[in-house]
């Protein structure tokens, strides 16, 4: 005499083998919204925007000792998509940017200066900003052109991820588009007319 298997048991047996129709989590659809075509070309064209500046910039030579400021801004605008496709509110990604900015511009400017290894490169990246801050506090002057290249280095991060961060969230090119222009501008303005293909390239991917 064979038992009968209880009903309630081959209903779970049958939701067990059947394959699941639950979504995918979040972070998967998040992937995917990423990869849209219209995110890529939105990103794009933004980079454009910020990296016609920064070459502009570059090119200029204002001062001798020059981090990558076009790394610095494709890693701002990497840093800004990711931390928008995650959701994070604006009061967390926003100072999150800033110190992985800081970061990300120490990193640049100590491996341009001439010290043998990555430790003694830190350390006088350290040394010659406390000399440079305790002239400023006491109200002495500096000739070092460090202190600039790291202004310029915070700056270009600043507004690659700002721009990034609000044009991604407030889908808004203009974020991005109005404040490198304006940087460009200036910029040129100190420059021979030679230079002005830049702003070419940022009026083709501004339009």
């Known amino acids: ?29 998040r992937l995917g919204q990423a990869l849209s075509w219209d995110g890529w070309i939105t990103l794009g064209l933004l980079a454009v925007v910020l990296l016609s500046t920064v070459w502009s910039v570059e090119q200029a030579e204002w001062v001798p000792v020059r981090p990558s400021l076009s790394l610095i801004a494709f890693l701002g605008l990497a840093a800004a998509a990711g931390f928008e496709r995650l959701r ?35 350390d006088e990246l350290v040394l010659r900003l406390e000399k440079w801050w305790t002239l400023a506090r006491t109200g002495g002057i500096s000739i070092d052109p460090l202190p600039f290249a790291v202004f310029l280095a915070l ?14 969230r407030r889908l808004d090119m203009w974020w991005g588009v109005l404040p490198a222009g304006f940087a460009l501008l200036t910029n040129l303005s100190y420059l021979p007319e030679n230079y002005h293909g830049y702003f070419l390239t940022y009026l083709f991917a501004a339009m």
């Open 88 to 122: 994070w509110h604006s009061a967390l990604a926003l100072p999150m940017g800033l110190a992985l900015g800081i970061l990300v511009v120490m990193w640049q400017t100590a491996v341009v200066l001439p010290a043998p290894g990555w430790n003694q490169q830190f």
């Open 155 to 168: 700056l270009t991060w600043a507004a690659s991820f700002v721009s990034t961060w609000f044009v991604l």
């Open 1 to 29: 005499m064979t038992a009968s298997t209880p009903a309630w048991l081959r209903d779970a047996r049958r939701t067990a083998d059947a394959p699941s129709s639950r979504p995918a989590p979040r972070p998967v659809q």
